[in-house]
């Protein structure tokens, strides 16, 4: 077939596409008209997910996986956009790895809202100025966020969703790589790419940032200087990435948590998170944890903080595989609770691999 045909056929596939994808748009607006008659939330996390598992075991052609979920984003973000113009609070300033999180898991249709601090996104969504919010809550190598956590304490938002991005890190700069005297980065990425910098540059300066993307920014305007941090924060304040992935892990991922009002329903494969604090009593944790063991409810996760509330008094924030209201975890959880002096379930949610 000659390569004018070839095209044409595109072209005809194009059109077919378009006048699809505004059949689905209309479908999606009478889904959103029942919702708001019905008081039901626009989005729904636990429906996206299933949708995107269908679509990608229906899937016989050429296109990956990873291709069918960031068509399916868009395509998902622009119904949203039309549906209702929704908010999303998340850790910035733009070109953080938070902000390309948030983008992989809302799209580009919908409205952003960068904040300056951890605390501030929470805010947000619980003065109800955003209607989600995005955070950090640990990397597969630097460990857990603390400043998420210890925000759990008193908020009185729930975990509706979690987005896994792969994180990897570039140098970027103005300069050739053997001018470079200084480098900006956050602390984080610091740590992750300890190795590579102790072997590539270890007469440089490391000046630590309060993100990624004000390294980038302070980079783009001193001399003899280079940044660490995404792609985008180099696209954005204009500097040439010298070298990708930089990192000393090759499976060096962050895992953020989207926060809302309300928790996600079953959706058949879930994680629970929550929060508890033990009675000042010998084996209190010991005890505490042992309905875990007995009714075999997979603890995949555990962390603690201090509480700041008494000296020695902690908080433990725990994952478990289940759903809040699966039988097993609701006893599970019942159990537990006989043993806290504080007990807290923060939110259940599609657990995404």
Not at 33 to 56: T, V
Not at 114 to 139: K, S
Request: charged residues 25%.
């Amino acid at each position: 077939m000659a390569l004018d045909e070839i095209r044409d056929k595109i072209d005809a596939v194009d059109s077919k596409l378009l006048e699809l994808l505004n059949e689905r748009a209309e479908l999606v607006h009478q889904v959103g008209e029942i919702k708001r008659r019905e008081g039901l939330a626009i989005y729904a996390p636990e429906r996206e997910e299933a949708l995107l598992q269908g679509l990608i075991k229906k899937s016989k052609g050429r296109l990956p996986e990873k291709s069918i979920r960031g068509i399916y984003r868009e395509i998902m973000s622009a119904a949203l956009a039309l549906e209702e113009n929704l908010s999303i609070a998340y850790l910035g300033p733009k070109g953080t790895w938070t902000h390309q999180a948030a983008l992989s898991k809302f799209g580009v249709s919908v409205r952003y809202s960068p904040q300056a601090n951890f605390h501030d996104v929470f805010e947000e969504v619980a003065r109800r100025r955003a209607d989600y919010g995005v955070v950090p809550i640990e990397n597969s190598t630097e460990g857990a966020v603390n400043h998420t956590l210890d925000l759990f304490a008193d908020s009185p938002l729930r975990i509706c969703a979690q987005v896994l991005l792969r994180i990897e890190n570039a140098i970027m700069s103005n300069c050739a790589k053997e001018d470079i005297e200084v480098i900006y980065s956050h602390p984080q990425v610091f740590g992750q790419c300890k190795n590579y910098l102790n072997k590539h540059f270890p007469k440089v300066g490391l000046v630590e940032c309060s993100s990624t993307t004000k390294a980038a920014e302070i980079a783009a305007k001193t001399p003899k200087s280079a940044a660490m941090g995404s792609p985008l924060a180099a696209q954005l304040h204009g500097l040439t990435v010298l070298e990708k992935s930089v990192q000393d892990s090759a499976t060096n991922t962050t895992r953020f948590l989207v926060l809302s009002e309300t928790t996600c329903p079953p959706t058949g494969n879930d994680r629970t998170s929550i929060m508890f604090s033990v009675k000042n009593e010998a084996g209190s944790l010991y005890n505490a944890l042992q309905p875990f063991n007995e009714l075999r409810v997979n603890m995949s996760k555990i962390e603690s903080r201090p509480s700041k509330q008494r000296d020695w008094d902690y908080f433990f924030f725990v994952d478990v595989l289940g759903h809040c209201q699966d039988p097993q975890v609701v006893e599970c959880l019942d159990k537990l609770e006989r043993h806290c002096s504080f007990l807290k379930i923060l939110g259940s949610y599609p657990n995404i691999d």
